[in-house]
C-alpha cells in the first residue's frame, strides 16, 4: 500500500515539475552511497515498477512486467529481455554514476544501444530523479512514432517488492 502512493504522489510531483514550461529539471545531488543502492555489495536485481510517457502513465505489457536489469558493482549491467522470445534480445553493457552541473546521470555504454533504442550513439545518459536503497527513478528523452522526441519516467524497485496495481491494465 505505501509503494501505491509513493508511486502516485512521486508521479505528481514528476508531472508538476516537467510540465511547468521553462522550469529547470530535476537536480538529485548524487548521493555518496550511489554505487551501492544501484549495485549493491556485488549486484543489485531492479524491477521496473511503472512508467510514464510523455506524462502518461503507460499500461505495462508482459514484457515491462516480466523486465529486470541487473547492475553488478564492476559497472557492467544486463537485462533480462532475452529470457523471453517476444521482448527482444538482452542488452548488455557498462554503466558509470555521475553529476555534473546538469544534475545526477547514469550513462550506460553499449555496442548494442544504436539499434535497440534507434540512436546514433553507443552511449545513453538517464537523469536520476530518485535513487535510495529501494528506488531507482530516471527519466531520459526517447524518440519516438513520428520522430517525435518524449520523456520517459521510469521507476524501479528492488526485484521482489510488491507494487499495488503495477498491472492495472489487467483489470
Not at 5 to 27: A, D, R, V
Not at 66 to 92: K, V
Not at 137 to 153: A, D, F, L, P
Request: hydrophobic share 30%; glycine share 8%; net charge neutral.
Amino acid at each position: 500500500m505505501l509503494y501505491k502512493f509513493w508511486f502516485l504522489g512521486i508521479g505528481t510531483l514528476l508531472l508538476l515539475t516537467t510540465s511547468c514550461g521553462n522550469s529547470e529539471p530535476h537536480k538529485l545531488a548524487l548521493p555518496q552511497e550511489a554505487d551501492s543502492f544501484i549495485a549493491a555489495d556485488s549486484a543489485k536485481t531492479w524491477m521496473l515498477a511503472s512508467r510514464y510517457n510523455g506524462g502518461h502513465r503507460m499500461n505495462m505489457g508482459d514484457c515491462f512486467l516480466r523486465y529486470r536489469i541487473t547492475y553488478h558493482r564492476d559497472s557492467t549491467f544486463t537485462d533480462n529481455n532475452g529470457s523471453s522470445s517476444s521482448c527482444g534480445p538482452s542488452l548488455h553493457g557498462k554503466w558509470k554514476a555521475f553529476q555534473n552541473e546538469h544534475g545526477s546521470f547514469i550513462k550506460w555504454e553499449s555496442p548494442q544501444l544504436p539499434s535497440l533504442m534507434q540512436i546514433e550513439n553507443d552511449y545513453k545518459y538517464f537523469r536520476l530523479i530518485t535513487l535510495n536503497a529501494d528506488s531507482l527513478v530516471v527519466s531520459y528523452k526517447h524518440t519516438q512514432y513520428g520522430n517525435q522526441e518524449r520523456t520517459i519516467v521510469d521507476y524501479y524497485v528492488p526485484e521482489g517488492t510488491k507494487v499495488a496495481d503495477r498491472d492495472f491494465h489487467n483489470r
